[in-house]
């Protein structure tokens, strides 16, 4: 069974940067869509951005286009988060997660097979 571990998060000023890292163990990556979530305090998770297992398509939420950026390297079984231009409303808990399959439903929660525990970014105004 994957498990994830994320890492980066932290706090930063509106206007910063963060680069999240989730890295998987127990097997590859390699076949596996990847996405992000966030859930900030009192409200419901949410989709941020997901890729594809050859990183040749990804989505992105509307609220975070054009800021943030998904990759991933195989090769160290890892999926990046390049977050830009941060936003008080980016505060959140950040979690990954992978998907068995095809990119249908990458949105959504439920298609989602494995978690991680999640780290925190929050950004002050």
């Known amino acids: 069974q994957v498990q994830l571990v994320e890492s980066g998060g932290g706090l930063v000023q509106a206007g910063g940067s963060l680069r999240l890292s989730c890295a998987a163990s127990?097997?590859?990556?390699?076949?596996?869509?990847m996405g992000w979530f966030r859930q900030a305090p009192g409200k419901e998770r949410e989709f941020v951005a997901a890729?594809?297992?050859?990183?040749?398509?990804?989505y992105y939420a509307d609220s975070v286009k054009g800021r943030f950026t998904i990759s991933r390297d195989n090769a160290r079984n890892t999926v990046y988060l390049e977050m830009n231009s941060l936003k008080a409303a980016d505060t959140a808990v950040y979690y990954c997660?992978?998907?068995?399959?095809?990119?249908?439903?990458?949105?959504?929660?439920?298609?989602?097979?494995?978690w991680g525990q999640g780290t925190q970014v929050t950004v002050s105004s």
């Open positions: 997660a992978v998907k068995r399959g095809g990119v249908d439903g990458i949105s959504l929660l439920r298609v989602y097979d494995h």
């Open positions: 127990g097997g590859t990556i390699s076949s596996y869509v």
């Open positions: 890729i594809g297992w050859s990183a040749g398509y990804s």
